[in-house]
């Protein structure tokens, strides 16, 4: 006798139908003829949609052909049903009569899931880069009894895309362990603890799948929404009119390997910064540490003077305009995060002179001996004989009394 196959699994929720498909391939080098059927105590909820099993008459197979079975799965209660679908060779090509015939065993299992809406959804916020830690307790809606020594089990599901680009960041950014799976009434409660850490801004959903161990499940959607992580930094880049000047941003790898990145402003970011580069690669931390995220002082940009290889990521600042100070945010991704950080463009400050620092090239002094004769000069100065003559007149003329 045959091996049984693997049980093949069809989920259909309450009050709904689905449908799944058994494969049979023929080991033999020629045609044959089978016939396919049930075994003994198939439930309801399962059926054999086959012609074949339908008429009782023989299914031929081509040599090494496949035979498809489709099965058909319409629950009418919370719980697992299995069943056994056989293929029967009544004279198998080089087997003895007296061998009789071959019969393959192809087990299904239908599961039903709970009515889609009863189950209570649940939602998710936080900044991307941070942390939250809750509580579920998930009500099995439509659970009738709760048998002895009944146990639950879960599953997280998550979109495949999503799983791919973020399963391995820090050993999983979502993540739910089981508290109580053990309850001993139905309107009682399970209660896992659920662990959410976004590396990047995201909005996605997924699924909590929770099975009886004697059949049925339900599903609980998830909504996980990151929004933009707090500022890893300001920008600050100064250059006088008509000059350019750049910042470096030092970032590293948060693992042991260089991981690539993207760095680009958002649209409303003016056109006087650019970012160099584009596109490049984030070293890990230095002696394997904790990456440190630091912005460095802007330097002119003129000459070459800048060592554009001292630094993954340099910040460029052209003044345009006089007197304004220009504003804009700059995104940073790699494939496990996002950094974010403002960007500043605006002239160096005016710093007041010192007018006592200040030398000057002309001697507005005199020199003492200048000084001394001029003064000597002015003490032995004649009196003006005019000047004296004009006192005495006005002293001596009479007051005339006016009418």
């Given at each position: 006798r045959p091996a049984p196959a693997e049980t093949v699994p069809v989920f259909a929720a309450l009050g709904s139908a689905a449908t799944t498909s058994l494969t049979w391939n023929s080991?033999?080098?020629e045609a044959i003829s089978v016939r396919v059927g049930v075994a003994v105590g198939c439930p309801p909820e399962l059926e054999l949609l086959h012609d074949g099993a339908r008429a009782g008459a023989p299914v031929t197979v081509a040599?090494?052909?496949a035979l498809t079975l489709p099965v058909c799965f319409r629950p009418s209660r919370l719980?697992?049903?299995r069943a056994e679908v056989t293929v029967a060779v009544e004279q198998p090509p080089g087997v003895a009569p007296a061998c009789g015939q071959l019969v393959w065993t192809l087990p299904v299992m239908g599961v039903a899931e709970a009515r889609p809406g009863t189950s209570q959804g649940f939602s998710f916020k936080c900044k991307a880069r941070s942390r939250v830690d809750k509580s579920l307790e998930v009500v099995l809606h439509g659970l009738a009894a709760v048998q002895p020594g009944e146990t639950f089990s879960h599953e997280l599901v998550v979109p495949a895309e999503l799983r791919r680009e973020l399963g391995e960041h820090d050993g999983g950014w979502l993540s739910i362990t089981p508290v109580r799976t053990i309850i001993r009434d139905a309107s009682e409660p399970l209660v896992f603890a659920l662990s959410f850490a976004p590396p990047r801004v995201m909005s996605a959903e997924a699924e909590l799948l929770v099975t009886k161990s004697t059949g049925g499940r339900w599903r609980f959607p998830m909504?996980?929404?990151a929004?933009?992580?707090?500022?890893?930094g300001t920008v600050l880049v100064e250059a006088s009119m008509d000059t350019s000047a750049a910042a470096p941003v030092y970032l590293h790898a948060r693992g042991t390997e260089p991981v690539t990145f993207t760095a680009s402003f958002t649209p409303d970011t003016p056109l006087s910064f650019t970012v160099t580069p584009a596109r490049g690669t984030l070293p890990p931390a230095p002696g394997?540490?904790?990456p440190v995220v630091r912005v460095g002082a802007s330097q002119p940009a003129g000459g070459g003077a800048i060592d554009y290889a001292s630094a993954p990521l340099w910040v460029s600042y052209t003044c345009r305009d006089f007197g304004k100070v220009l504003r804009g945010?700059?995104?940073?991704?790699?494939?496990?995060g996002q950094y974010s950080f403002d960007v500043v463009g605006r002239q160096p400050a005016y710093v007041k002179p010192d007018k006592d620092a200040l030398s000057s090239n002309v001697d507005h002094k005199l020199s003492p001996e200048m000084a001394a004769r001029l003064e000597a000069a002015g003490a032995s100065r004649r009196p003006s004989v005019v000047r004296e003559n004009i006192k005495s007149v006005k002293k001596a003329a009479p007051t005339v009394a006016r009418r």
């Open positions: 080991p033999f080098a040599a090494w052909g719980a697992a049903s909504a996980l929404v929004g933009e992580p707090d500022l890893d394997g540490g904790t945010k700059l995104f940073v991704e790699t494939p496990d």
